[in-house]
């Protein structure tokens, strides 16, 4: 009876040894970060996105024809926080705060060590030719990441519509990187 209360105590103290230990997948994620997000967008001219066959050839009779673009977008650095939204399922919420002023939200999902955008997300980005904003466009984001270590690498895929110079551009395509490192 002895030796089976000891065997029983010995396992239940192991068994809350390994569980102490284990943070939950969130809580891996939450924490303050510096970021930087740079990257590049195809855009073609919203006026050639789903126009009829009828409206390409007149616009082909003046001389427009609807060759897509790749430019780059404006890299933007700042703050990044990860807070717990909801521990019952792991939401998260990311705050970027970029230097230069703008700041966006991101709700999220954690499992193991990788972070999945959900919801609907907005960000503003920038596009830019040497280094000079020349447009800009509220786009929607989403995108996934994971941990290694101190740092988080999230690939992000941007969509919507950029406006360059008056003229309405829409996002086709995009390579988005942002890494962030732990403070």
Known sequence: MKKTIIAATV?????ITFTSCEKADYQNFAGSYTYKT?????LLASMFVDASQEKLDYYASLGLTPDTLWVNLMPEEGQMNIVTKDKTNGSMLIT???????VSTIT???EGNAITFTGSNTKTAYITAEDVSIGSGTVAVE?????????????MVY??????AGVDMTVLDSDVKCVAKEN
């Not at 970027?96 to 703008?102: C, H, K, S, V």
């Not at 995108?143 to 690939?155: C, E, F, H, P, R």
Request: hydrophobic share 40%.
């Open 11 to 15: 396992l239940a103290l192991t068994a």
């Open 38 to 42: 740079s990257g590049k967008v195809e």
């Open 96 to 102: 970027f705060n970029a230097i230069l002023g703008d």
């Open 108 to 110: 999220s999902s954690v």
């Open 143 to 155: 995108g996934s990441g994971n941990k290694y270590d101190n740092v988080i690498i999230l690939n």
């Open 159 to 164: 969509s919507g519509t950029i406006s360059i």
